[in-house]
């Protein structure tokens, strides 16, 4: 895993084509690397040419000594050149085919599988790929760079226009270290942030467009055309439960083993719940099959201190995720660790900026970020990889929205049933009268509701189930990627995502919902995966989101850094502080969960503005 950045510009005087311009421009690609250093902790490099500079900075996981980046063809005149975020598991297969091809190989790494796939593929590389990545490929003859996004969008990769091209990187944070881009916010980005619609390609950012997931840029001296070279589409299903069941079964099983291959220490991220449990598992089942019965996996949970005194349920969560856990680690026969946090660390204004600054964004979810974030902290000491469970719910139908009766009527996105409208910040009234957010999520439904693949002849039942899931898969799914991503990366962790395997996605996004709940509860296929590698008690558990602390201490000391956030007049040209104010003076232990993420959220934003200093013309 490692983070990437670069810039093509076909104007004349833009890069080293001019006495001078040569260190200029070094040091503007140099600069924009040096943003990335978290993401890529162990080396960095640059590469600079006439029209086009790629920057690399790496986190180490395959041939550390041989897939040093940005990579070349060839060293003495590169033809094609890359920069590359990410792992392809299929790396082996596709090196055999190449070899048969005729192409040779340097390294071992699948870093040099990719270059040597665009220079026998060219674009049609990214039909072939398994795996998560994001990457960047400038070609000297064609005179192009090519962008590419896997197909989740489990990596990220950004892009901004620049005089004659654009600027690319793994994060926004690394454009504003170009010399013509800023950071800028706009209407439009504070509706994207503010909406909790999580778009697809417009940002926070003005000017700042993601590459979908999916889909791929070409640059050239022609301009920019995009390209989705990937899609959810709907086709019929044919098999029985039964045999459903074995499909299921035989994906999930191939995922989770093929995306055990690292030359540094891998772990598990063990919840004690379902997801988890399963992944982690056939993991260790793999490891004991590969290096001998015993091997041993380590799975890490994460707790408070006071969790076991003061949990108490809320929307969002069932139970206390410790004990499950822990008898899931010993049912699978792992080396379990729980990582026990202090709440009233998680209020230390140094962790929670680091967080604002790893997301470059004010939206998070704030003790569960900073929580997660230290966490991963704790697990980099002894592991560099991590195999987590994300992506299950909504391929399975794990979420509430896909059961409750309201949520399923709701002519609106299901989750903002759960976050509430205001959940994301109440706005200041003036503000809120320009954004006009409820007419952008009605007009933004619409258009995502139009998006969704259906067969001809589904039941209404059917029919409101693949649009339910599509919203998830393509929506709702992008933040929890976002947040795994950039709070594992700010620690130099690389966390993977089975569940993101698009064959599983394709195929259960295809079930039909009378399957994926045929024992009258969520996630029913994967239960049935799942019997045998877990205990009774964690194959039937309900469905427990991310802990948080429930400390009374923790909650009074959030109101105290909302009540100095709100004392800033910037903070309060964007936050309500009168709808506020209620939240602010109950007593802690009162405080809801939503009005207690709206106090995240203001401090949050407090300190992203802060740190980003952002140029607002609203």
Known sequence: MCGITGWVSFRPDTLATQAGHD???????????????RRGPDAAGVWLGTHAALGHRRLSVLDPVGGVQPMADRPDRPGVVLSYSGEV???????????RLGHEFRTRSDTEVVLRGYQQWGTGLADRLEGMYAFAIWDEHREQLLLVRDRLGVKPLFWARIDGGVAFGSEPKALFAHPELSPRVDADGLREAYSLLFNTGPTLWAGVREVPPGGLLVIGRDGIREHRYWELTARPHTADLPGTVEQVRSLVNHTARAQLEADVPLCSLLSGGLDSTVLTALAADELRLTYGTQARLRSYAVDYSDQAESFTGDVLRTGHDTPYAAEAGRFIGTDHSTVVLDPLALLDPEHRRAVVVARDSPIGVGDMDT???????????????????????????????????????????PWLLVTGDEAAMPLNPELAAELRIGEFRDATYRDALVAVPHLDGEDPTEHRQRELQHLSLTRWLRQLLHRKDRLSMAQGLEVRVPYCDHRLVEYAFNTPWSMKSHDGREKSLLRDVGTGMAPESVLYRPKNHYPATHHPEYTRGLQQLARAALDLSAVREIADAAVLKPALDAAPERLSWGQRLRLERVVDLSLWLDHHRPTLTL
């Open 23 to 37: 260190l200029q421009n070094a040091g503007v690609i140099e600069a924009m690397t040096a943003t990335m250093a």
């Open 89 to 99: 598991y299929n790396h082996h297969r596709l090196r055999a085919e190449l070899r």
């Open 371 to 413: 929580s997660l974030y230290l966490l991963f902290g704790e697990i980099r000491r002894h592991s560099t990889v991590a195999l987590s469970g994300e992506a299950a719910d909504e391929v399975f139908g794990g979420y509430p929205w896909f059961h409750n009766p309201a949520a399923i009527a709701a002519e609106t996105f």
